[in-house]
């Protein structure tokens, strides 16, 4: 039983690079959310996927991009790396949007460093 | 604007019972709050939620008093592997997501 899955693990960019973050869940979820996780901070949410279709921007959306591809993938991309997205990003997804109230499943986590 | 406040950190002994309360500020009226567990290099892991009174579940109690202005989660006679992370989350009146920072709990034997 997979869960939430995401690829890869860790990565190092350099400034200026671009990469796309993979996740998959296999729970037939509707929801889908990419989060940034930073010492001190807790998590915030960047982007997040109601449904299969749609996307919408959470707290610190700037710098990323995203793709609900269908109902198992959400991806997450960098287009220009910066320094300040160096974090750990964890997706997540729930049966119903915005999952406060339900069960939210998280992946492992992505730990991306841009030097 | 909705917030949400728990302590940074908290110590306890092997056998105690550990309270972590979480003060939230502007909250929607009508919604969960829940709780979460991180371990190191690992994603949060949902433990409970309630909307009001007393929720328990096997691992964890939650009491919301009647304001809904803080939640305290209750963790009966911890042991080593309660070591942890634990975040409260609620919601604003938008409906938005507002994580607590965490509360980094260390039980010692």
């Known amino acids: 039983n997979a869960g939430v899955t995401q690829t890869p693990k860790f990565q190092v960019l350099k400034t200026g690079q671009s990469m796309t973050l993979q996740c998959a869940q296999d729970?037939?979820?509707?929801?889908m959310y990419w989060y940034r996780q930073d010492p001190g901070m807790g998590l915030r949410l960047i982007y997040y996927?109601?449904?299969?279709?749609?996307?919408d921007k959470g707290e610190v959306p700037n710098g990323y991009n995203v793709s609900r591809l269908n109902k198992r993938e959400f991806s997450l991309r960098l287009e220009s790396a910066a320094p300040s997205q160096t974090s750990v990003y964890f997706c997540?997804?729930?049966?119903?949007?915005?999952?406060?109230?339900?069960?939210?499943?998280f992946g492992q986590g992505t730990r991306l460093t841009v030097v | 604007l909705a917030k949400t406040t728990q302590p940074i950190s908290m110590d306890s002994y092997e056998g105690q019972e550990v309270n972590i309360t979480c003060s939230h500020n502007?909250?929607?009226?009508?919604?969960?709050i829940t709780w979460y567990q991180q371990f190191p290099s690992q994603g949060p892991r949902f433990i409970i939620q309630?909307?009001?009174?007393?929720v328990t579940n096997e691992v964890a109690s939650l009491f919301i008093p009647a304001d809904r202005k803080s939640s305290t989660l209750s963790l009966p006679r911890v042991s080593l592997s309660d070591t942890a992370v634990y975040y409260c989350?609620?919601?604003?009146?938008?409906?938005?997501?507002?994580w607590g920072a965490g509360t980094k709990l260390i039980i010692k034997p």
């Open positions: 997540a997804s729930s049966e119903r949007p915005r999952g406060g109230d339900t069960e939210a499943f």
């Open positions: 729970m037939n979820h509707n929801s």
């Open positions: 996927s109601a449904s299969e279709g749609t996307t």
């Open positions: 502007n909250i929607a009226t009508n919604d969960y």
């Open positions: 309630g909307y009001k009174t007393k």
């Open positions: 989350l609620a919601k604003d009146s938008n409906y938005q997501l507002i």
